[in-house]
């Protein structure tokens, strides 16, 4: 019966393609001066069999991505006139009433239980021309409805922007305890949050590598800071390189190579070696502190900060060390840059006169800076972008207690995604899920 349904289902995918492509579907530019919130209803969900809260949960986490992404208008399910028990195909569906209440967008779906694991039928519909144009059969393993609402949530955001979704991505944090500091990775929501270690000695700076199998962070094991990877598919947690008071480490986006900092008595330079910890050569040779690197899109160039002007600012240089130049002349101290996946923005933090600390944006052609935060307690530091470079996390404590936030590259929309309740430090968001 499963394999009927999903050989249906492909066959329906495949026959509506070519007429659909001959219309001309809506597509959120985003961006664009024009850009409006795309009005989407999300009906309730249908639950086959033992799986109603299942259902239940896969849409109200559906609507809640929706909402974090900025990219939509999520209409409250208070306020729908449809009929409930309505069905998925589309002449059965009184568009009129989803209309009514100002829907653009509808999905529906069926979720219900499958061998080994949840299942999800995705049905997403354009309202004002009455047609079906996504049919899509997702599976998760075991039970997790927040991993098939993620999956849902990133099919819809694909149709309407041609673009990736990252909802099924994951943030990777340092969590601190009392004499622990625990390696963390949560769903980009906040939820699902789970220790992949938990050690006596400090840990610092987690960074993915890109093909999301493995974590660089900098331990002090050894009583110095040193370069270890820990790897998901045996958990193994393992030096790397041979370099003492080495730390802040960076794949670049090909997984190739590993910028960091060393530390050498009052010298502190950048380096780069290969992904297994061969190869390491200096890349900076400056009586400055030279620390935090972040490697551009194309791997062509590293951003760092530098003290060489005698304040903590952000430059460029080429990935071979060539051509350094600054690129913020604005504050006196700013820090912990990360560069934009779409390479048109370089996040960074900055403290001000007040000592309080506040996320910015600064252009790494142009030098053009633009605010975040501000005035949002007195704590927003070290962001890091989503791999659509759409969004960013940063950590605040703007409610009392230490948070996580994400929010849209111009700061518009701020959600916080964690509760306050733990010590998270250092986020760092991860790759596409494969």
């Given at each position: 019966m499963i394999v009927r349904r999903a050989l249906a289902l492909a066959a329906l995918a495949l026959a509506a393609s070519p007429a659909l492509a001959a219309q001309e579907r809506p597509t959120i530019v985003v961006g664009s001066p024009d850009f409006r919130p795309l009005p989407i209803a999300v009906a309730a969900f249908q639950g086959e069999g033992d799986a109603g809260a299942a259902a239940t949960q896969t849409a109200d986490v559906v609507r809640a991505d929706l909402v974090l992404s900025g990219l939509f208008d999520v209409?409250?399910?208070?306020?729908?006139l449809a009929d409930p028990a309505e069905g998925f195909a589309a002449p059965s569906i009184r568009f009129a009433r989803w209309a009514d209440v100002g829907a653009d967008g509808l999905a529906k779906a069926r979720v219900r239980r499958g061998p080994g694991g949840l299942e999800g039928e995705l049905h997403l519909y354009e309202v004002r021309a009455g047609r079906e144009v996504l049919v899509k059969l997702l599976r998760v393993d075991g039970a997790d409805a927040r991993s098939l609402a993620h999956r849902m949530a990133d099919e819809i955001v694909r149709y309407y922007t041609r673009e990736p979704g990252i909802f099924a991505t994951r943030i990777a944090a340092i969590r601190r305890g009392r004499g622990t500091w625990e390696l963390v990775t949560q769903d980009m929501d906040g939820g699902n949050q789970q220790v992949l270690l938990s050690e006596r000695s400090i840990l610092m700076s987690p960074a993915w590598r890109p093909d999301g199998r493995e974590i660089l962070v900098t331990s002090y094991r050894s009583g110095r800071p040193e370069l270890w990877a820990y790897r998901f598919s045996d958990r193994a947690f393992r030096p790397l390189g041979r370099h003492r008071n080495a730390f802040g480490g960076v794949y670049s986006p090909d997984g190739s190579r590993i910028a960091f900092t060393v530390s050498e008595g009052n010298v502190t330079d950048l380096w780069v070696m290969s992904a297994d910890g061969s190869g390491a050569r200096k890349l900076t040779s400056d009586p400055a502190i030279d620390v935090s690197p972040t490697w551009s899109p194309d791997g062509r160039r590293i951003a760092f900060v530098s003290d060489r002007s005698g304040t903590p600012q952000i430059y460029v240089m080429g990935a071979d060390g060539s051509g350094a130049r600054r690129l913020t002349f604005q504050g006196n101290y700013n820090q912990t840059p990360q560069w934009s996946p779409r390479g048109d923005l370089?996040?960074?933090t900055a403290?001000?006169?007040?000592?309080?600390?506040d996320v910015f944006v600064v252009a790494p052609d142009s030098g053009a800076i633009s605010?975040?935060?501000q005035d949002q307690g007195r704590t927003n530091e070290e962001p890091s972008w989503a791999p659509n470079g759409r969004l960013m996390v940063f950590r605040t404590d703007r409610n009392g207690g230490i948070q996580l936030v994400v929010s849209d590259a111009r700061g518009d929309r701020q959600t916080p995604v964690t509760s306050g309740k733990t010590d998270l430090a250092?986020?760092?968001?991860?790759?596409?899920?494969?």
């Amino acid at each position: 019966m499963i394999v009927r349904r999903a050989l249906a289902l492909a066959a329906l995918a495949l026959a509506a393609s070519p007429a659909l492509a001959a219309q001309e579907r809506p597509t959120i530019v985003v961006g664009s001066p024009d850009f409006r919130p795309l009005p989407i209803a999300v009906a309730a969900f249908q639950g086959e069999g033992d799986a109603g809260a299942a259902a239940t949960q896969t849409a109200d986490v559906v609507r809640a991505d929706l909402v974090l992404s900025g990219l939509f208008d999520v209409l409250d399910p208070r306020g729908f006139l449809a009929d409930p028990a309505e069905g998925f195909a589309a002449p059965s569906i009184r568009f009129a009433r989803w209309a009514d209440v100002g829907a653009d967008g509808l999905a529906k779906a069926r979720v219900r239980r499958g061998p080994g694991g949840l299942e999800g039928e995705l049905h997403l519909y354009e309202v004002r021309a009455g047609r079906e144009v996504l049919v899509k059969l997702l599976r998760v393993d075991g039970a997790d409805a927040r991993s098939l609402a993620h999956r849902m949530a990133d099919e819809i955001v694909r149709y309407y922007t041609r673009e990736p979704g990252i909802f099924a991505t994951r943030i990777a944090a340092i969590r601190r305890g009392r004499g622990t500091w625990e390696l963390v990775t949560q769903d980009m929501d906040g939820g699902n949050q789970q220790v992949l270690l938990s050690e006596r000695s400090i840990l610092m700076s987690p960074a993915w590598r890109p093909d999301g199998r493995e974590i660089l962070v900098t331990s002090y094991r050894s009583g110095r800071p040193e370069l270890w990877a820990y790897r998901f598919s045996d958990r193994a947690f393992r030096p790397l390189g041979r370099h003492r008071n080495a730390f802040g480490g960076v794949y670049s986006p090909d997984g190739s190579r590993i910028a960091f900092t060393v530390s050498e008595g009052n010298v502190t330079d950048l380096w780069v070696m290969s992904a297994d910890g061969s190869g390491a050569r200096k890349l900076t040779s400056d009586p400055a502190i030279d620390v935090s690197p972040t490697w551009s899109p194309d791997g062509r160039r590293i951003a760092f900060v530098s003290d060489r002007s005698g304040t903590p600012q952000i430059y460029v240089m080429g990935a071979d060390g060539s051509g350094a130049r600054r690129l913020t002349f604005q504050g006196n101290y700013n820090q912990t840059p990360q560069w934009s996946p779409r390479g048109d923005l370089i996040a960074f933090t900055a403290r001000d006169e007040r000592k309080v600390f506040d996320v910015f944006v600064v252009a790494p052609d142009s030098g053009a800076i633009s605010r975040i935060t501000q005035d949002q307690g007195r704590t927003n530091e070290e962001p890091s972008w989503a791999p659509n470079g759409r969004l960013m996390v940063f950590r605040t404590d703007r409610n009392g207690g230490i948070q996580l936030v994400v929010s849209d590259a111009r700061g518009d929309r701020q959600t916080p995604v964690t509760s306050g309740k733990t010590d998270l430090a250092a986020p760092a968001w991860g790759p596409l899920a494969p």
